[in-house]
């Protein structure tokens, strides 16, 4: 099960108390919101794609929008989201829950330039109810992120 393996990731960091399980449904951005009693904007959601057939995630603030111009200027490729059974083949976590922590080997992160308005923001940790709260220097350390790009709208 994934959130098994994200919360094995964060217990080696000395941060397992900090994985939340809730009651609630958090596998949308309204429903996490609601869960976590936060803005919607400041859930981290992450998008799972599929570039030159290899698997790439890309992390935003709840409320941004993926800018299809500014992502192909980026990736050089149309945007294509993974299906369902794609995203927990390929990246190992499913739709719902998936988070930029414990990833399958291969799998790419970047972070949406639309999460550096705010202190803390809440991604998934595997599953359709869980959450942590990072700090933005965490979520870069702890994604294992390759780069911070713009690819973002309606979020400004």
Not at 31 to 60: C, D, M, N, W, Y
Not at 131 to 152: F, N
Request: negative net charge.
């Amino acid at each position: 099960m994934s959130i098994e393996k994200v919360k094995a990731y964060f217990a080696s960091r000395g941060m397992l108390e900090r994985v939340m399980e809730l009651d609630a449904s958090s596998a949308t951005v309204e429903l996490a919101a609601q869960a976590l009693g936060v803005e919607g904007s400041r859930i981290a959601k992450t998008l799972s794609f599929s570039v030159e057939g290899k698997p790439v995630l890309v992390v935003t603030a709840g409320d941004a929008r993926i800018d299809n111009a500014k992502y192909k200027a980026f990736f050089h490729a149309k945007a294509k989201m993974l299906a369902h059974e794609e995203a927990a083949q390929l990246i190992g976590h499913a739709v719902g829950g998936v988070c930029p922590f414990a990833v399958n080997e291969g799998v790419a992160v970047y972070l949406d330039e639309s999460l550096k308005r705010f202190q803390t923001v809440f991604p998934a940790c595997g599953s359709g109810n869980s959450a942590i709260e990072l700090t933005i220097p965490e979520l870069e350390e702890h994604s294992a992120c390759l780069q911070w790009v713009d690819i973002c709208k309606n979020w400004e």
